[in-house]
T-cell receptor
Framework: DQQVKQNSPSLSVQEGRISILNCDYT??????FLWYKKYPAEGPTFLIS?????DKNEDGRFTVFLNKSAKHLSLHIVPSQPGDSAVYFC????????????FGKGTKLSVIP | NAGVMQNPRHLVRRRGQEARLRCSPM?????VYWYRQLPEEGLKFMVY????????ESGMPKERFSAEFPKEGPSILRIQQVVRGDSAAYFC???????????????FGAGSRLTVL
């Protein structure tokens, strides 16, 4: 029972262009969504989050959009840089006092110089 | 300012042996979480501990797996009588108070990769 789905295992983007990573969820109880970035042989690193009461959150080159009616969120990276090449995990969190992150399987982003 | 430290980074065990994975949280963090990532899967929650207490072990397999976070020393995830299906990356995370969004977002270690022959 996959509550968080990242249907694209991989994505290749030219340097300087926009990267769009998608995530769908089924659990309506999620209050927050988080994106983590993971380099090989390292742990996931928190990138950006969004509350379910918002539809957009921006932090520098990273913007997350949330469409609650479609149960869909996306992470936009613009402009993409080679250092952004990593696996990106989408995760849902139920409640501010919750600690159980429910992760998707991840999308491997390759930014081509 | 060291992050979450996990060791060993790689561990090879034969079926039936025991595996012990250790995790030292970030300085100032007293809440520890273990997650497991099976091949081609996302990370899945296993257990949440504070010093000397297991808060939530709802994600732990019922048998062979145990976790502790003693008053002194690192948190330990112990897997007894390992089987091939235990082969995975085990990630530890920590937070200053109970995890959540914002300031309490989980900080992950680099993981311990267990291979069972």
């Amino acid at each position: 029972d996959q509550q968080v789905k990242q249907n694209s295992p991989s994505l290749s983007v030219q340097e300087g262009r926009i990267s769009i990573l998608n995530c769908d969820y089924t659990n309506s109880m999620f209050d927050y969504f988080l994106w983590y970035k993971k380099y090989p042989a390292e742990g996931p690193t928190f990138l950006i989050s969004i509350s379910s009461i918002k539809d957009k959150n921006e932090d520098g080159r990273f913007t997350v959009f949330l469409n609650k009616s479609a149960k869909h969120l996306s992470l936009h990276i613009v402009p993409s840089q080679p250092g952004d090449s990593a696996v990106y995990f989408c995760a849902g969190l139920s409640g501010a006092g919750s600690y159980q992150l429910t992760f998707g399987k991840g999308t491997k982003l390759s930014v081509i110089p | 300012n060291a992050g979450v430290m996990q060791n060993p980074r790689h561990l090879v065990r034969r079926r039936g042996q025991e595996a012990r994975l250790r995790c030292s949280p970030m300085k100032g963090h007293s809440h520890v979480y273990w997650y497991r990532q099976l091949p081609e899967e996302g990370l899945k929650f296993m257990v949440y501990l504070q010093k000397e207490n297991i808060i939530d072990e709802s994600g732990m397999p019922k048998e062979r797996f145990s976790a502790e976070f003693p008053k002194e020393g690192p948190s330990i995830l112990r897997i007894q009588q390992v089987v091939r299906g235990d082969s995975a990356a085990y990630f530890c995370a920590s937070s200053p108070t109970m995890g959540g969004p914002g300031a309490n977002v989980l900080t992950f270690g680099a993981g311990s990769r267990l291979t069972v022959l």
